[in-house]
């Protein structure tokens, strides 16, 4: 799976051939199906690795404008730090615009990050931490949009990401980042 997931990395969705993630760790093209009977199947898992690559390990200490001034800045961190993870993020998503099976399967992994993120702004906005008026689905919709954007031209993405806690939390424009 990680074989797989370099190589995505490295020559996009597209340069994805099981025989070379065989070669890679060292396995027989054929013995690849008994751990992964189908492409589909490889690609699963690769999602899958991907997703968890943005768990959250921890949480800080304080409240929800506080969880959510580190969320954005890991985000930016993570652009920054791993751009291997974000391009194959970003090639699974243009092969989810073609491929109804890679749709669905980005899809239902995605779906955790937009609640999470939603309950998240949720919080924030009960506790009045967030400008009045945010709402929280598009909030969190703004986030992912922000950060898959962000993940194509790194070099910029902790300002804007900074920028979108600007607009978020009344205090961080007065406070800064």
Request: proline share 6%; charged share 25%.
């Amino acid at each position: 799976m990680h074989a797989a997931y370099l190589q995505i990395a490295q020559r996009g969705f597209e340069g994805l051939r099981l025989r070379e993630v065989a070669a890679e760790v060292g396995i027989d093209h054929s013995t690849i199906h008994h751990y992964f009977p189908t492409k589909q199947n490889l690609v699963t898992a690769v999602v899958d690795y991907a997703t968890r690559q943005f768990w959250t390990p921890g949480q800080p200490e304080g409240g929800p404008a506080d969880l959510l001034r580190y969320q954005l800045d890991r985000l930016a961190r993570m652009i920054v730090e791993r751009p291997e993870l974000h391009t194959v993020a970003r090639e699974l998503d243009l092969r989810a615009r073609r491929d109804p099976e890679v749709r669905a399967i980005v899809a239902s992994r995605e779906e955790g990050w937009r609640a999470a993120l939603t309950r998240l702004f949720r919080g924030c906005i009960e506790a009045g931490a967030v400008v009045p008026g945010v709402d929280a689905a598009s909030a969190a919709e703004l986030v992912i949009a922000a950060v898959k954007g962000a993940s194509l031209v790194p070099e910029h993405a902790v300002e804007a990401l900074a920028q979108l806690e600007r607009l978020f939390i009344p205090s961080a424009s007065k406070e800064g980042p």
